[in-house]
């Protein structure tokens, strides 16, 4: 099950608190942006990844996770299902402990290969719906 409550609650509490959020800019009209808010409102260190390499909500932009020169624990994307992939491999080659595909972002082939490299993942849900339900 791609959205498993353990999984979910587990990338959540466990995991670590360095959020990468694939493609969010300085765009408030983008769900990116919203939910980026809401983690940082619970406690996570969110780091903006787009290739404007933008600050958002106080915090250091990338053009690109390997950009990144600190380790994060959780990569969270918001790109197409088309390009998501990428994302998820570029996401286990940084050496992230999971990956959270957002609503509407679905790639079983790349779940699968995220997953048999010993990452957690969930695909089409949002983390900023997720984090409340938590308690």
């Not at 990452?119 to 949002?126: A, G, N, T």
Request: proline share 5%; charged share 25%; hydrophobic share 45%.
């Amino acid at each position: 099950m791609h959205s498993d409550p353990n999984t979910i609650r587990k990338i959540l509490t466990e995991l670590g608190d360095t959020w990468a959020v694939v493609g969010l800019s300085s765009n408030e009209r983008r769900a990116a942006y919203g939910v980026a808010a809401v983690l940082q409102r619970f406690g996570k260190r969110i780091v903006p990844v787009h290739p404007k390499a933008e600050a958002v909500h106080g915090e250091q932009g990338y053009p690109s996770l390997d950009a990144i020169p600190f380790d994060v624990d959780v990569v969270d994307v918001f790109v197409n299902s088309a390009l998501a992939g990428a994302v998820a491999d570029e996401a286990v080659a940084k050496g992230a402990r999971a990956v959270w595909f957002q609503l509407g972002v679905v790639d079983e082939a790349a779940y699968a290969r995220t997953r048999a490299a010993g990452l957690e993942m969930v695909m089409d849900r949002c983390p900023a719906i997720e984090i409340p339900r938590l308690g």
